[in-house]
């Protein structure tokens, strides 16, 4: 390869292996002063295509690049961040960063420089997604477009696939490179007289498994038996929650740093909801249902995932919480070599998979007396990051159970509600399912749970 194959010509879709060591190979010619450079290099290319009131409004497609260019002169450490690929743009990125170490004090190398965990690729490239573009999009859009426009409502969809390679460029031992495809379908369809909504959405790294049908279906039903909704009293109410629904509220467990031991076990001041006492974090205790365990994996292939992550950190096969017991919270190497004893990392990205039970929509809502059927929900913000408590509102389909059986649409609610309360009084769980959760595949079961906190009536559908 040469400067001419890369930096004067048109490029493929997305950057390759070899056009990501030949980036870094050339910006460590610019470097001065010794130390090491490293790249972290996200390359993408992402289709869309959105309609909306039955009618395309938008198609797209984009390319771009993500470098970011490390210098590490005396342990002394500084990055800078460019989305150009060309010679001038490295050779200033190399030179600005070596300007910054002099800000930066100087320290032992960091152990992570020249480290890399083994590992296994999982399959996440399918030809399916990455053949899907403009004009097959288009055609999607028509045919999924019709089912609503002939039931005489409005639907509003969005398709978009992608391609992505993305790799660590290291100086000293391996540098990873790993190519993966995503794909997401999600609609809405409304009624423009009536009072009522239905949703329904899936991703996956496969467009093929991806039945745009059946979505469309769910949400056109969803939309129909929701329509003149009734308003209800809040209070705490049995609810049966989707999967979607139960994703949308198991999630907030893993975002946002709340996962990391480091927080948790901190000296000076723990903090998080998996924090015990100064010093020590609640691994090894029961905080859910023994009935729940949730794992972590970038090779089930039901919930698949690139098998690293930014930094280069291997993502491993792991049980965050087993039968109810909080079993690990997630590390970077340092903190294990220097606190645990491991030689590795353990990092999170948000993924999971939950497990479920033998139970099932149906029976769920024949087993309650007085209840509330739940599609999805909509978290505004978290209260409370030491409980997880949050709030949001219901969305696309709410529906009230009586006597065992759904009896009518109810105007949306707002709630107050933390996962870890609501997995402490589960009832019932039915076999988990891929749900919509693009960026960070997830698969979790439907529920049913008491004394789940509505507090107050929404007007807006």
């Excluded at 390869?1 to 030949?22: G, I, V, W, Y």
């Excluded at 399918?126 to 409502?153: C, I």
């Excluded at 909504?197 to 129909?224: F, M, Y």
């Excluded at 993502?315 to 997630?330: D, P, S, V």
Aim: proline fraction near 5%.
């Amino acid at each position: 390869m040469t400067q001419d194959d890369l930096f004067n010509k048109p490029a493929d879709r997305f950057l390759s292996k070899e056009e990501c060591a030949f980036i870094a190979s050339e910006a460590r010619k610019f470097a001065n002063g010794g130390g090491i450079t490293a790249l972290r290099i996200e390359s993408k290319w992402m289709g869309n295509i959105r309609w909306a009131r039955n009618n395309i409004i938008s198609s797209g497609d984009v390319r771009s690049n993500v470098l970011r260019v490390g210098r590490g002169i005396n342990g002394a450490a500084a990055n800078v961040t460019i989305n150009e690929v060309s010679l001038r743009a490295l050779e200033r990125a190399v030179h600005r960063a070596e300007r910054l170490t002099n800000l930066r004090p100087e320290a032992p190398a960091d152990i992570m420089d020249s480290y890399m965990a083994p590992y296994e690729e999982p399959k996440i490239w399918f030809d399916s997604t990455y053949v899907l573009l403009a004009e097959a999009r288009a055609d999607l859009a028509h045919d999924l477009m019709q089912p609503a426009a002939k039931a005489g409502v409005l639907s509003a969809g969005y398709i978009q696939v992608s391609g992505t390679g993305l790799s660590r460029q290291r100086e000293v031992g391996a540098s990873p490179y790993t190519r993966f495809t995503e794909a997401q379908f999600s609609v809405t369809v409304r009624d423009p007289k009536n009072y009522g909504s239905g949703w329904a959405g899936i991703d996956w790294n496969d467009w093929n498994r991806i039945d745009g049908k059946q979505i469309v279906e769910t949400a056109l039903d969803k939309c129909l038996r929701s329509r003149n909704p009734v308003a209800i009293e809040p209070g705490r109410y049995m609810v049966v929650l989707e999967p979607q629904a139960t994703h949308d509220l198991v999630s907030g467990m893993f975002g946002g740093g709340i996962l990391e031991r480091k927080i948790a076990e901190d000296t000076q001041v723990p903090s998080g909801p998996y924090a015990l006492r100064r010093g020590y974090s609640k691994i090894g205790l029961r905080i859910v249902d023994p009935r729940i365990t949730i794992r972590f994996n970038p090779l089930d292939p039901n919930c698949s995932f690139p098998p690293f992550d930014q930094f280069g950190e291997v993502y491993r096969e792991t049980k965050w919480i087993e039968n109810g017991i909080l079993k690990e919270l997630a590390y970077n190497r340092r903190y294990g070599v220097e606190k645990l004893g491991r030689d590795y990392a353990l990092p999170s990205q948000g993924s999971y998979s939950m497990s479920g039970g033998d139970s099932t929509i149906e029976t769920m809502i024949s087993n309650t007396e007085r209840g509330l059927l739940v599609t999805r929900l909509m978290i505004e913000r978290v209260i409370s990051s030491q409980q997880l408590l949050a709030t949001g509102v219901t969305r696309d389909g709410l529906w009230l159970i009586e006597k065992g059986k759904v009896s009518q649409a109810v105007k949306n609610l707002r709630f107050t509600e933390s996962p870890l309360f609501v997995l402490n009084n589960l009832l019932e769980m039915g076999k988990p399912e891929r749900v919509f959760s693009p960026g960070t595949p997830a698969v979790a079961p439907p529920i049913r749970a008491q004394d789940f906190s509505f507090t107050a009536t929404v007007d807006a559908i």
